[in-house]
Structures are given as C-alpha cells and as structure tokens.
C-alpha cells in the first residue's frame, strides 16, 4: 500500500524538478502526476480485480504493484490459467526425483546446518531447522516460491513437520509423502479420473494443506471421515487452491478447486489434493 | 497398472491390481494378488472394492501377502500376471494408464 502511493509522489516530484519553470513544463508535470495517479490505481486495484474476476492483468514492471511478503498464493494462484501457471521451479519439474534440485539452491545448500544428522527429504527438502528466524508459523520466508523448503522443519530422520503439526514421513510408492505430494503439484493428463493439482507448487501446496489442516481442527467448512485409524478430512478454503486436473479434468476443462481433501493418520499426511 | 475401479474411499486413487513377488528371486513367489489404490493407500484382498478393507502401516507398510515390504515384496501386475491370478475380468480398461506407472 505504502509503497505503491509514496512512489509516484516521489516520481511526481522529482518530474517536478526537472521541469524547473515555464507553463509548459508546468502542464507537463501536471499532465505526468496525472498519469502517476493513474498507474498508482492500477497497481492498486489490478490484484483485486484479478482475484475477485479471475482476470490476468499484468502488474507493473517497477515494483509499485509488489506483492507484500506473506501474501502468497490464491491470488496469485487464481489468476493463472492451469497450463500457464507456473512460475514455481518445483512445478515445472514433472520428472524431478529425489535426486534433482531445482535450479538457484547452491547458496542455500551451503547455510544447511551439516551438523544435523537428519537426511534430506527426498524432492531435495534440505535441513533448515538451523534457521534461527524460525518462530512458528510466522512462516518467515513463505514469500519466496523457491523456499518451500523452509517450509518445514527437520525432526528427525527424513521427517518434516509443518507450522501446523503435519508430519510427512517416509512412505508411499515414491518413497516419502512429499514425494507423493510432489505429483499433486502438476497435471497428469493422461491418468484416468480426476487428478487434483495444486497451484503453487511445492510450497503453494504445504500452505494450502496447513490452512486446510487448521480449518478441520475448527470444524470450520470440514466434513470429517474417520475409518480403521484414517481420518479423512474434506475442506472448502472458500477461494481457489488449485485445479481438478488428469483426464476427468481434461473433459471438464479443468474446473478450478476450492476444497482440499487430507487424508492423514493422526498428524501424518497420507496424501492431500484439491478437489 | 490395471485398475478395478476408483477408490470409493478417497475418491481419486485407482485400485490397482498388485502382485505379490516375494522377497527372495530364488524362491518360487508366493504370487498372491490384491488391490491397492494409490492414492490412499487402501487394500483389498479380492478384486472387489465393496469387500473389506484395510490400510497397511504408514511408514512400515507390508504386503498383505508376504508379509515383507510393501514395495519390495509386490508389483503391479502386468496382463499376465493378471490372468494367473483369474482377475482379468474385474479390470476396468477405461482405468488404464497409459505409459507412465508401470
Ligand atoms: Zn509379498
Ligand atoms: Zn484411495
């Protein structure tokens, strides 16, 4: 908010120094603050106007429409059109295994707390739990898409706790659940029924699955299922938290999701997706 | 993977037919079949989701078979394999995956 209304008085004014005297100059300037407010509007409304219609406005190239940190995800999420969606280096790794790291981690390799003996997760969640910043919850690197991994905290070999309390844990076919996760952060077009796709990527599905998860421990917009030790949750987080992809979805043009489905054993996630 | 039908429990797992392979390749396997859906996890020990059903451990899990590890010790059953089990007719070819998933 700040900073998009201080930055076109600070251009409005240094324009206003160029244009030192002469009526000209003066409609100029007048003519330039017009066109400021008019900019600082846009940046203003063109968020709001993106989620509230699902419309895809550009923001503005100079920082005046920033995103504020923390504020991640359905909007951004919801503006984009599945296919186009991605800019979530996790998401557009369809074939990342364990082994692959997305691109741009070296430096955060090297702060790794290596006198940690927990491994890495698989899907290169790396031990961050050194990370002296980590106050629960206040999630504070959740703005960088890349960090995903900061996301959850190291407590023990190959387990992640989440903010919230959900542990990921090995297991599944792949290996571990983040792994299983992983395949819900892209299409799978060719799989029979429906495939639910988180928007986001990595980092975008551990926070949807967290508000999910604190929604269903209220009660709140929460159908609950339990059988042989299994809960089942299925919440409506009232916006957009992905996409309802493979072939069912392909037939239905991909409707957006708004519900999250978790199905966990205690706190550890079995598997989570958008429905 | 050859699948019987979506997952009545979680709604967006196929219940594939898995076979059990045993853990030592010099022993003939047990070749024991069931289904698993791979979404939740679920098992079923005939080709019938509306039968009784059970969940493996989920760090742990074994084969309901063998009793060794869940993915070790069993596979998705090819055609064949799905044949010698007697299972071919509860396949449901629309459930198919193409290419990927074994
Ligand atoms: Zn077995
Ligand atoms: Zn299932």
Redesign the interface.
């Known amino acids: 908010m700040n900073s998009a209304s201080e930055s076109p008085g600070n251009q409005s004014r240094r324009s206003g120094v160029r244009g030192s005297g002469g009526g000209r100059h003066r409609g100029k300037s007048l003519a330039s603050l017009v066109l400021v407010c008019l900019l600082a509007a846009y940046a203003l409304l063109q968020p709001e106007l993106n989620s509230r219609f699902g419309w895809n406005l550009p923001g503005l190239p100079d920082g005046t429409s920033q995103v504020e940190p923390g504020s991640r995800s359905p909007d951004n999420g919801g503006v984009l059109a599945p296919r186009a969606r991605n800019n979530q280096p996790a998401a557009n790794q369809p074939t990342a295994k364990a082994t692959v790291r997305p691109d741009g981690h070296d430096a955060d390799a090297v702060e790794a707390d290596s006198g940690n003996s927990a491994k890495n997760p698989p899907g290169d969640v790396r031990n961050q739990r050194n990370n002296p910043r980590s106050d629960p919850g206040s999630g504070p690197t959740t703005s960088d898409p890349d960090r995903w991994q900061d996301y959850l905290k190291s407590i023990g070999a190959d387990r992640y706790r989440s903010p919230e309390g959900l542990l990921y844990?090995?297991?599944?076919?792949e290996?571990h659940r983040l792994e299983h996760l992983r395949r819900h952060t892209i299409d799978q077009p060719?799989?029979?029924?429906?495939?639910?796709v988180f928007d986001g990527g990595m980092l975008g599905a551990l926070q949807t699955i967290d508000s999910a998860y604190a929604k269903s421990k209220r009660g709140i917009q929460t159908t609950k299922r339990t059988?042989?030790?299994?809960t089942?949750y299925t919440v409506d987080l009232g916006h957009r938290v992905g996409f309802v992809g493979g072939r069912e979805g392909q037939r239905r043009r991909h409707p957006m999701a708004r519900r999250v489905?978790l199905?966990l054993?205690d706190a550890?996630v079995?598997?989570a997706?958008p429905? | 993977m050859h699948?019987v039908a979506?997952c009545p429990?979680?709604?967006?797992?196929?219940c594939g037919i898995r076979i059990c392979t045993g853990d030592d390749p010099l022993v003939p396997a047990p070749r024991g079949g069931f289904l698993l859906c791979?979404?939740?996890?679920a098992i079923w020990m005939s080709p019938d989701v509306t039968t009784a059903h059970?969940?493996p451990s989920?760090?742990s899990?074994e084969c309901p078979i063998c009793h060794g590890d869940l993915?070790g010790n069993s596979v998705w059953a090819d055609n064949q394999q799905i044949q010698s089990l007697g299972w071919s007719q509860a396949v449901n070819p629309?459930?198919?995956?193409?290419?990927?998933?074994s």
């Open positions: 844990t090995p297991g599944s076919a290996g060719e799989r029979p029924g429906p495939h639910g059988d042989q030790g299994r089942i489905r199905v054993e550890r079995i598997t997706y429905l | 699948s979506m429990i979680c709604q967006a797992g196929l791979d979404e939740c996890e059970h969940y989920s760090e899990p993915w629309d459930l198919d995956q193409t290419a990927t998933g």
